[in-house]
């Protein structure tokens, strides 16, 4: 199979094109875990297809690129198989294996089934096994800090648990010291940007990238950061998280954060560019919301791809598509 040569790929050290992949690089598999590249071969292929997610991704592949896909029995498999987990032999019992289908095949479709729903769907990925990295600050100060400052460089909390989160600084050597009763103004000790600077890393104004791409245990405190500053918050009448942002950077990395830990977003914007806002569902909390559906495969001018080899599925795209 072969993907357009500028598709961006994640691996261990960092996102890569892939037409920068080389035998033996190493890329992430949708169980968040790594496999090797055997070969890489570039060419034109006669046949190209994009294939179109319900949560507005998308990925480009030739006829023979393909995906695992779940259909209308399998997840109601799954869904059965889930509301039984206390059941120490339903585990065993859930053996329906995936389908793969090739670009082409989803072309000729259909892609709704009898009674006209979305026929195929693609699960989320796993999160994604980051190795460890030294962290200028630690991550879940770093989540407070970019959620609760303003433009003038000053922290707010209004109705928050400031105990926990005085607890959890703590932890990892800072403290929070209110600065006005009642109002909630408040300051990190040492300070935040001093410690950026200190450490010789530029002071950031979005999550940092080495932030998004340090393990598991590292993005799950910035994240619980954001959590616990409300910079990220419950739907309402929903089991899916919100965020709004009117930063478009600001609110990319944050949806990349929460795809790398396996979560399902879906981005929209609102008005004539004034904000966004990000739904996200957690992977296994809701494995009804889980997946990515198929909505629409067109066929497009082929253009150069790179053919690349390995024992399985691995994961593409900035929506972090599994894909083989």
Not at 103 to 111: D, N, S, T
Not at 137 to 147: D, E, I, Q, S
Not at 222 to 239: H, P, Q, Y
Not at 240 to 260: P, Y
């Amino acid at each position: 199979m072969a993907i357009p040569s500028d598709t961006p790929l994640p691996t261990p050290s960092g996102w890569v094109l892939a037409s920068d992949l080389r035998p033996g690089d190493v890329l992430f598999n949708p169980r968040g875990g790594t496999q090797a590249v055997g070969s890489v071969q570039s060419y034109i292929p006669t046949e190209c297809y994009r294939v179109h997610m319900s949560d507005g991704t998308s990925i480009v592949g030739d006829r023979h690129a393909g995906m695992m896909l779940q259909d209308q029995r399998w997840r109601e498999r799954q869904q059965s198989w889930f509301n039984n987990q206390g059941n120490k032999f339903a585990q065993k019992r859930f053996r329906r294996p995936l389908k793969r289908q090739t670009f082409l095949e989803l072309y000729k479709g259909p892609l709704l089934d009898a009674r006209g729903r979305k026929n195929w769907s693609l699960q989320a990925v796993s999160p994604l096994q980051y190795p460890q990295v030294d962290l200028p600050v630690p991550p879940y100060v770093v989540g407070l800090w970019l959620a609760t400052v303003t433009p003038t460089n000053r922290h707010w909390l209004l109705n928050r648990d400031y105990n926990q989160m005085q607890r959890r600084v703590r932890e990892v050597g800072f403290t929070l010291a209110r600065k006005k009763k009642g109002k909630w103004m408040f300051s990190f000790r040492p300070g935040v940007r001093e410690s950026f600077i200190h450490s010789g890393a530029p002071v950031p104004d979005v999550i940092p990238q080495s932030y998004l791409e340090s393990d598991v245990d590292s993005r799950q405190a910035l994240l619980d950061g954001l959590f616990d500053a409300k910079s990220i918050k419950k739907a309402e009448s929903s089991r899916d998280g919100l965020v709004i942002h009117d930063n478009w950077r600001s609110i990319r990395r944050k949806q990349q954060l929460l795809e790398g830990l396996g979560y399902v977003t879906r981005l929209l914007q609102n008005g004539k560019n004034t904000f966004f806002s990000l739904y996200f569902t957690k992977m296994y909390d809701n494995v009804a919301k889980c997946r990515r559906f198929v909505t629409k495969v067109e066929k497009i001018v082929p253009k150069q791809c790179v053919h690349i080899a390995t024992d399985g599925e691995f994961v593409a795209g900035e929506g972090f598509l599994g894909i083989c």
